[in-house]
């Protein structure tokens, strides 16, 4: 197993070099072997107890650097100019077959200077739901983190009260963050900065070197497509991220920070459930909103690149600007994809989100069996029932002659299973009772088929509206 360090090579203003913490007796948990296979370290280890000394940090991997990464972040709308990686640690960097390059990170593998008075551990359960809702996200075509591994420490966490301590492995095409930029110009270290925009431009963005407009202002439209993609996606299949601070935006795209996440059971753009997020400025129908601060941010902190030779102000601010039309038109065409529609009817949108905020109705479950009742009258018998006269006008806007290709369109869009807050709580309570992986395993087979209607999808399917209710989530990783 052969790591890189290109991010290392970036310069000590960027991290600290530290060391993961060392357990006495960690033992692994959960290992993807997709990922294993993904990254080709197949064959690399000779036992589960030599991968958990490795995956829980108190063992080295021969070619690893670890380090903690340095950066900034607005939290809640307020500036921090110095947060980082307060209990991680960036092992460094694995090329697949493909020659794709991914970071493999540590996540609760002890203290760095970013700490901020932390333990910088991680409790299992926190670490248990990151594996699944980084799965799930992965298989419903989400563009996402993933985890390697879990690994218990065989040592207490003390939050709330006492629990397993874990350690999670998490890969990602790289964590650099808006927050990372914004700790450099926060500095003004315009040399880091650029550096950095560079770095960023080679590992992400190369296409952008082949346009004639300025790098770096390619490099903030192609940010923001990824972002507005990102945040559609979440949008389609009801995940609420909890946290979306530009510490957890990462440039790439992908979703990372899987701490106060949760799924949207009744309809409700105001749904939030991290306990953090007391005026509900991360709720389900907020999040295009933020992502929109979130890159203004970002275009902040790329601004102090220019110089007599770049103006960038008007053209980003052009950007920045164009964000909103951008995402509504992005979200109104998946909206559209979920209803089978090839012409856009606003009305018909508007008013079924209406229906459904009105009477309470489940986000998934009513596509699911607007999805299944082109050929399934029971289903049409249901949705009637909650719906209405809506679905008359509805299938009017269908073409008849194409039903199964409708029906197919509609089911890439519209998931059987996604992960039940319920659900989720229940296998992390179950693991953590029993000390075994048994419930996430299951559950996984499930996920993996999250648009497939199958036998064993129904013992996951059913909503929980009165758990929903009173369901909070909190930062535990």
């Keep these: 197993m052969q790591l890189t360090h290109t991010y290392l090579e970036l310069g000590e203003r960027f991290f600290e070099l530290n060391s993961p913490a060392s357990f006495r007796s960690p033992s692994l948990f959960l290992w993807n072997t997709e990922v294993e296979e993904q ?17 829980s940090g108190s063992r080295q991997l021969p070619s690893s650097k670890p380090l903690s990464m340095a950066y900034a972040g607005h939290q809640f709308g307020h500036f921090n100019p110095q947060l980082g990686d307060g209990r991680a640690h960036l092992l460094g960097e694995i090329l697949d077959e ?20 932390g333990d910088g551990r991680c409790a299992l359960g926190p ?14 075509g989400v563009p996402t983190t993933r985890c390697l591994a879990v690994t218990k420490t065989g040592e207490s966490v003390y939050r709330q009260n006492q629990h397993e301590g874990a350690v999670v492995t998490r ?58 993609e990102l945040v559609v996606q979440w949008l389609r299949v009801g995940f609420i991220h909890g946290v979306m601070n530009t510490d957890n935006t990462a440039i790439s795209g992908e979703t990372i920070d899987y701490g ?14 991290s306990s953090i997020d007391r005026n ?56 559209h994809q979920k209803l089978g529609l090839k012409t856009i009817n606003h009305e018909l949108l508007s008013t079924l989100t209406s229906l459904m905020l009105e009477h309470k109705l489940d986000y998934t479950e009513t596509f699911d069996l607007l999805t299944r009742s082109l050929t399934c009258n029971k289903a049409l018998e249901l949705v009637t029932e909650r ?29 059987v299973i996604i992960p039940r807050n319920h659900i989720v709580e229940g296998i992390i309570e179950e693991c953590e009772a029993t000390g075994k992986p048994d419930a996430v395993m299951a559950f996984l087979k499930v996920l993996k088929a999250p648009y497939q209607d199958t036998e064993i999808a129904e013992n996951y399917k059913m909503s929980d509206h009165e758990f929903n209710l009173h369901y909070q989530t909190f930062c535990g990783t």
Aim: proline share 2%.
């Design 98 to 117: 493909q020659g794709n390059r991914w970071d493999l990170q540590l996540k609760g593998s002890g203290q760095s200077a970013f700490s901020r008075n």
């Design 387 to 415: 719906l209405g006269d809506w679905v008359k006008l509805w299938s009017n806007e269908l073409d008849e002659n194409e039903i199964d290709n409708v029906q197919q369109l509609m089911r890439k869009a519209n998931p």
């Design 260 to 273: 106060p996440c949760a799924m949207m059971g009744a309809y409700d753009p105001k749904t939030v459930y």
């Design 280 to 335: 509900g400025r991360y709720a389900f129908g907020n999040q295009a909103q933020i992502a929109h601060w979130n890159v203004a941010r970002f275009a902040e902190a790329l601004l102090q690149l220019t110089n007599d030779d770049n103006d960038l102000l008007e053209p980003m601010q052009i950007l920045i600007d164009g964000f909103s039309d951008k995402f509504n038109q992005t979200y109104v065409e998946m909206m």
């Design 171 to 228: 890969i990602a095409s790289s964590h650099i963050r808006v927050g990372t930029f914004q700790y450099f110009a926060a500095k003004g270290d315009i040399e880091s900065l650029r550096r950095l925009a560079d770095y960023t431009i080679e590992r992400h963005y190369p296409e952008v070197l082949q346009q004639k407009e300025d790098k770096y202002v390619q490099l903030l439209a192609s940010v923001i497509e990824q972002q507005i």
């Design 127 to 140: 670490a248990i739901r990151e594996f699944i809702m980084s799965e799930a996200m992965y298989y419903l």
């Design 39 to 55: 990254l080709n370290l197949s064959g690399e280890f000779n036992s589960e107890v030599e991968q958990a000394h490795y995956f």
